[in-house]
Every structure is written in C-alpha cells, then in structure tokens.
T-cell receptor, first 110, second 112 residues
Framework: DAGVTQSPTHLIKTRGQQVTLRCSPK?????VSWYQQALGQGPQFIFQ???????QRGNFPDRFSGHQFPNYSSELNVNALLLGDSALYLC?????????FGPGTRLTVL | GEDVEQSLFLSVREGDSSVINCTYT??????LYWYKQEPGAGLQLLTYIFSNMDMKQDQRLTVLLNKKDKHLSLRIADTQTGDSAIYFC????????????FGKGTRLSVIA
C-alpha cells in the first residue's frame, strides 16, 4: 500500500512565475492538507480539502490556491512566486486522529 | 492563540535515554503528536496522545503529558545513531483531520 505521494520532488522557479504541486493521499483517505515548511521551521498549515472543497485555511494569501479531484488527489497552486515562497511543501492525508505526510516537494524560487 | 515551543538542540550518547520536551499554550488541545523528520525527508508519525491520558508507551518511546502545566515530553530509551533527526511536537484542538500546529523542532544528535 503506497503512502502519501507527491510530485515533483524538486522544483526551481523564478520570481513572478506560477507553480503547481501534486499530491496523492494514502489509500482510503479522503482528506488532504497542505503545509509549508520553511528552512529551520516547523510546518505551517496552508489549507485542507475534503469532498473537493476547501474546508479550512491557514494564514496564507490568496496567491495560494488548491483543488481536490474526485479520486481525492490534490493540487497546490502558487501564483506570482516570491523569494519567500522557497520551502518544502508537505501534503498530509489522514483518517481518525492520525495524519500521514508525504516526502514533500522542495520549491526554490530564484 | 496556539503556540508550541521546543528546545532547538539535544545531544546524547548512544545507548543513553533522550528526553525531548515541548510546551503548548492552547488549553483546548485534544491530541498531541510527535513526528520525526530525517534530512531531506517528510514527517514520520511516531506517536500521539489524547489529552485525557498521562502517559503512553510504544516500544522504546514513552510520551508523558502534564496537562496542568501544558508540558509534553518524548523519551527515547536506548538511543541509537539512527534516531538522529529533528523531532516535532504538534497539537490539534479537536479530533479528526484538523490542522496541526507544530513547534520548530528539536534536533537530536546521537554520539557514538
């Protein structure tokens, strides 16, 4: 049984560009959450998707948007990239009280 | 507001016990978690404890919760070099798939 998978593994973009990150939840999980982890920091909650709708959102600007598909996979989109968006982006899926994280996508903005 | 604090570094000798501490501010926290992150990797769920429990043991891991002082600790018995990683404490205000609030992590270094 595959766990949470994310693609791509690494990504390099320049300021002002747009990026799309992808996540497939663990089998049987219908809720997907996205987190941003800056260097030396703990993960920060971006938003959560359930039944194809954004259910909760953290303190992130509207440049960060997402989508969940009928198969529960999810995308994170970031527009107008800033240098400060450079981070590890983590996807998590869960059931009950356990949330499982994917390996992350390392985004570098130059 | 929600805030989770951890000491940043801990160094122990192989075979000794490690104790990683965490304090949190949200008194409504229902579940408290410990995650492990190895270099270049995602987060691995180690264990979690419900707020009505004082202690939970899982093989080499022991979690202690002092709800009055809002203090959580993770003890790793017989620490091995493979335990070297960053350990994150996280709290969740409700049950289910609710957003986790993380500390900044404690970097554990195990000296052979």
């Amino acid at each position: 049984d595959a766990g949470v998978t994310q693609s791509p593994t690494h990504l390099i973009k320049t300021r002002g560009q747009q990026v799309t990150l992808r996540c497939s939840p663990k089998s049987g999980h219908d809720t997907v959450s996205w987190y941003q982890q800056a260097l030396g920091q703990g993960p920060q909650f971006i938003f959560q998707y359930y039944e194809e709708e954004e259910r909760q959102r953290g303190n992130f600007p509207d440049r960060f948007s997402g989508h969940q598909f009928p198969n529960y996979s999810s995308e994170l989109n970031v527009n107008a990239l800033l240098l400060g968006d450079s981070a590890l982006y983590l996807c998590a899926s869960g059931v009950g009280n356990e949330q499982f994280f994917g390996p992350g996508t390392r985004l570098t903005v130059l | 507001g929600e805030d989770v604090e951890q000491s940043l570094f801990l160094s122990v000798r192989e075979g000794d016990s490690s104790v990683i501490n965490c304090t949190y501010t949200d008194s409504s926290s229902t579940y408290l978690y410990w995650y492990k992150q190895e270099p270049g990797a995602g987060l691995q769920l180690l264990t979690y404890i419900f707020s009505n429990m004082d202690m939970k043991q899982d093989q080499r891991l022991t979690v202690l919760l002092n709800k009055k002082d809002k203090h959580l600790s993770l003890r790793i018995a017989d620490t091995q070099t493979g335990d070297s990683a960053i350990y994150f404490c996280a709290e969740s205000p409700t049950r289910g798939n609710t957003p986790l609030v993380f500390g900044k992590g404690t970097r554990l270094s195990v000296i052979a």
